[in-house]
């Protein structure tokens, strides 16, 4: 009992130093970005990630300021000339809608945004960080949104400062070369970032850097409320309550995911809300529960949110006794960070298969990445899932014909069934019946979680409808799941099309073609004979 206890404490430190060093870099250049400077990043990620710690689920979410919410920001700083008290009193508000989706039923909708949409949505915003950050890399200042950057880019790019330059490319370098291994150890940003600053002390560029950073407590700041205000500023706080929202519900699928986990997400939600509020009150950048450092955390042994509170420790600690090596940190290396970062947003998972996509797929990420890109994050999105919804509903509407099906074969039945009781569920039979596609993909794969015991897996595709690119890509997380647990695959699959394209994607050759079968009778007989060849095998080493 104490031994289990230790180490999961000792777990949870790890994972709280893992993701500390993530977040500490992120966060620095995150509030630089925004506008609002790296005092208010690494201040707002230490607050949100201990009071969302506290009073959020068991999972250990670690939270703090993200991308997205760093470009709702920035652009809001833009649109507001840059009035603090005015963007406080937005995040304020925002907060608050927060903890008021927390109460409602919505959270539970996010599982049924399309993958096209959330693809889309994530590469706008890697590319939206990757060219905000193009002026700074050559040492020009930094521009509020994608259209000034690139033109601000196109006429600075005749004044670059060298040294800025050089350290930004240095950091580049540094952040994409340092291979995945070390990365587990200590990230690439994070060497980065010492080393370059190390580097740039030395030899004394002459180069923009971070320059001040408070150690100090934030104060309280109360903003005044007026009517006007409220209604004149909803608008900003609503786009700003969706993304934070959005943001962390995305990320408790993956933790859930990686932890086997179930987080109750209303409580989650009106825990970040509650953070929020915290961090508008003191001043600080608002966040969400990051994807990046809840991996970081969850990968290096965390299992508990006592993760969530020694990782604000750590930065807090980090904070006190690097304050002057910080204020050194030139803004060329955060921008070569940043990049990194927006390269890591870009779904090159679903780019690399691209060209297998169906064609309704690639209109709706489109549509979403140009919106999101060039013009709006909330109109992208809600146009987004209004397209899918709409090609979904044509889809279905041009294949629904009247078509005379015999009913399912009892002999069948009572193979499954006496399979069961022969085997004592070794083999197992799942059909994967009707459309399987987004909407029932997330649904799905919560449908093969507990499967102990197992050691063959029949999933029966009967339908001769085509899975959409989110169906895939459930369809190999179940895969990669279940071959987590050591439990073999075996595909029943009665249509040629169907077949070439889980091909195109390479899911036939995770799983190997000698276990793809046309009816299920061969594939419960292959199960059985592998079963006793193993049984065999087990009896002839025991002689």
Not at 149 to 162: C, D
Not at 167 to 182: E, M, N
Not at 401 to 429: A, F, G, P, S
Request: aromatic residues 8%.
């Amino acid at each position: 009992m104490i031994k289990t206890k230790l180490k999961i404490i000792a777990g949870d430190t790890l994972g709280a130093l893992n993701s500390a060093i993530v977040a500490l870099p992120q966060a620095l250049a995150f509030g630089v970005a925004t506008g609002l400077g790296a005092s208010a990043g690494i201040w707002g990620a230490i607050i949100l990630c201990f009071v969302a710690g506290i009073l959020g689920g068991k999972v250990p979410l670690i939270s703090g300021i993200t991308g997205p919410v760093t470009i709702v920001i920035a652009s809001m700083m833009a649109a507001l000339n840059a009035n603090v008290s005015t963007i406080i009193l937005v995040i304020l508000i925002a907060a608050i809608l927060q903890i008021i989706l927390g109460m409602t039923s919505l959270p539970s909708i996010v599982k049924y945004v399309p993958y096209p949409v959330i693809s889309g949505f994530m590469n706008g915003i890697g590319f939206i960080i990757i060219i905000m950050q193009l002026n700074p890399l050559i040492g020009c200042p930094i521009m509020s949104n994608t259209i000034s950057s690139l033109n601000a880019f196109l006429h600075n790019f005749h004044s670059i400062n060298s040294h800025a330059l050089f350290i930004g490319l240095l950091t580049l370098l540094i952040v994409f070369s340092v291979p995945k291994r070390f990365n587990k150890i200590i990230p690439s940003q994070a060497i980065a970032l010492i080393v370059c600053t190390i580097i740039s002390i030395k030899m004394g560029l002459n180069v923009e850097k971070i320059s001040q950073i408070s150690i100090d407590f934030p104060q309280i700041v109360i903003p005044q409320i007026h009517l006007k205000e409220l209604i004149t500023y909803l608008h900003y706080s609503v786009i700003l309550a969706i993304v934070l929202s959005s943001e962390s519900l995305l990320t408790v699928l993956v933790a859930d995911s990686l932890a086997k986990t179930k987080t109750f997400s209303k409580r989650m939600l009106i825990s970040q809300g509650i953070g929020n509020i915290f961090c508008a009150l003191t001043g600080s950048l608002p966040g969400s529960a990051a994807t990046m450092r809840t991996v970081a955390a969850i990968n290096t042994g965390s299992t508990t949110k006592l993760t969530t509170i020694i990782n604000p420790i750590i930065l807090l600690l980090l904070l006190f006794q690097f304050s002057g090596f910080v204020a050194e940190i030139p803004l060329a290396v955060l921008a070569g960070i940043l990049i990194k970062i927006g390269y890591d947003i870009i779904d090159m998972k679903l780019l690399k298969v691209i060209k297998y996509a169906p064609k309704d797929d690639l209109y709706v990420l489109s549509l979403v990445f140009l919106l999101t890109v060039f013009y709006n994050l909330i109109v992208a999105v809600g146009a987004g899932i209004t397209c899918a919804a709409l090609l979904y509903a044509k889809r279905t509407a041009d294949s629904a014909k009247l078509i005379h099906k015999q009913v399912y074969d009892t002999d069948i039945i009572k193979l499954e069934k006496l399979l069961d009781k022969d085997y004592k569920h070794k083999i197992r039979v799942v059909h994967i019946d009707g459309q399987f596609f987004f909407g029932s993909a997330t649904q799905l794969i919560s449908q093969f979680e507990d499967i102990w015991g197992t050691k063959y897996l029949i999933l029966d595709y009967s339908s001769d409808n085509l899975l959409d690119i989110s169906a895939i890509f459930a369809l190999e997380d179940i895969i990669v799941r279940l071959q987590a647990q050591k439990i073999k695959i075996l595909l029943v699959l009665k249509n040629d099309d169907v077949l070439k394209q889980l091909k195109d994607h390479n899911i036939i050759s995770q799983i190997g073609e000698d276990k793809v079968f046309l009816n299920e009778t061969d594939a419960i007989d292959f199960a059985k004979n592998c079963l006793k060849n193993k049984v065999k095998k087990k009896h002839f080493w025991q002689r």
